[in-house]
């Protein structure tokens, strides 16, 4: 099986690359700057030059592709909607055109309310492009991502964090790498067809006060929560530099997914995965500050 990778080098795909290499597979890798591979890496993979935004890229570089993991680009220009509409563009094309029979989608707990939940929404969108290709299509539906507290350094150093969530309120927090096993396991599984939908939640849902109480005991220093109202933190996000539609498209990520959302996949054995947030934090977060 000919499996390709995108954005092997971020959060999820660095660990995916090695998972396939350990288990057999040389992946094609598909990188804006391929320069940008690891050394070592380099006799276990192929590369191709694709930037997942440039469809004619993308359809060039997979014409022997089986099996490919996509995942959409952060945004760059500023109109997030409009750029995951691109990169839904580009897969589409490339699966049609080079009749690639398995997608392994990166798409996010909240993708199944289709239409509110800010940057989300775009991520809806390709799971739907994806459902009308004639291919098996897995889409894997994400929690929040533990490695989301590396853009927080700053706020942690200081010892305080700001959310629009309640601070009671459980969620699914992932380690990457625990997508990753996901990822690689789907991948090389011949069993499933057609569509399937994938919860990873990682091993329990937290609150943001039981995230700050673990943050405190395993960086030892104290890190409180505080919940700040929608309009602050939009002003942060713009003060920041955001265009407009991107801080309304990150805003919507949070305030679009409480209030009583509940996850379309419940937690169970088959969404349930090992790695808590202290030992992400123990193994990850603590070297970094």
């Known amino acids: 099986m000919r499996i390709a990778v995108t954005t092997p080098n971020g959060n999820v795909g660095r660990h995916l690359t090695r998972m396939l290499v350990r288990a057999g597979v040389d992946p094609l890798l598909l990188m804006r700057d391929p320069s940008r591979l690891h050394e070592d890496l380099r006799p276990h993979v192929d590369v191709a030059a694709a930037d997942s935004w440039d469809r004619d890229q993308i359809v060039a570089a997979t014409p022997d592709v089986d099996a490919i993991y996509?995942?959409?680009?952060?945004?760059?220009?500023?109109?997030?909607?409009?750029?995951?509409?691109?990169?839904?563009?580009?897969?589409?094309?490339a699966v049609r055109a080079n009749g690639i029979s398995k997608v392994v989608f990166q798409s996010s707990v909240g993708a199944e309310k289709r239409?509110?939940?800010?940057?989300?929404?775009?991520?809806?969108?390709?799971?739907?492009?994806?459902?009308?290709?004639?291919?098996?299509?897995?889409?894997?539906?994400?929690?929040?991502?533990?490695?989301?507290?590396?853009?927080?350094?700053?706020?942690?150093?200081?010892?305080?964090?700001?959310?629009?969530?309640?601070?009671?309120?459980?969620?699914?927090?992932?380690a990457p790498r625990d997508i990753a096993e996901v990822a690689a396991t789907v991948l090389l599984n011949p069993s499933w067809h057609r569509r399937r939908v994938q919860a990873v939640h990682g091993?329990?849902?937290?609150?943001?006060?039981?995230?700050?109480?673990?943050?405190?005991?395993?960086?030892?220093?104290?890190?409180?929560?505080?919940?700040?109202?929608?309009?602050?933190?939009?002003?942060?996000?713009l003060e920041a530099g955001m265009p407009a539609p991107l801080a309304e498209a990150m805003l919507g990520m949070s305030t679009g997914l409480r209030d009583g959302f509940v996850p379309e996949q419940q937690r169970s054995v088959t969404s349930t995965t090992p790695t808590s947030l202290r030992t992400w934090v123990h193994a990850e977060l603590a070297t970094a500050l």
């Open 70 to 93: 996509w995942v959409n680009p952060p945004s760059e220009t500023g109109d997030p909607l409009a750029d995951h509409a691109r990169a839904a563009d580009s897969i589409v094309a």
């Open 115 to 174: 239409h509110g939940a800010g940057d989300i929404d775009g991520l809806a969108a390709t799971e739907l492009a994806l459902d009308q290709l004639d291919a098996d299509i897995c889409h894997l539906r994400c929690g929040y991502f533990t490695s989301n507290l590396f853009f927080l350094i700053d706020a942690l150093r200081a010892g305080h964090l700001e959310t629009v969530l309640p601070l009671d309120a459980p969620m699914g927090w992932v």
């Open 203 to 237: 091993p329990e849902d937290l609150t943001w006060a039981q995230v700050a109480e673990i943050l405190s005991e395993e960086l030892a220093r104290a890190v409180s929560v505080t919940r700040i109202h929608d309009d602050e933190m939009r002003r942060q996000y």
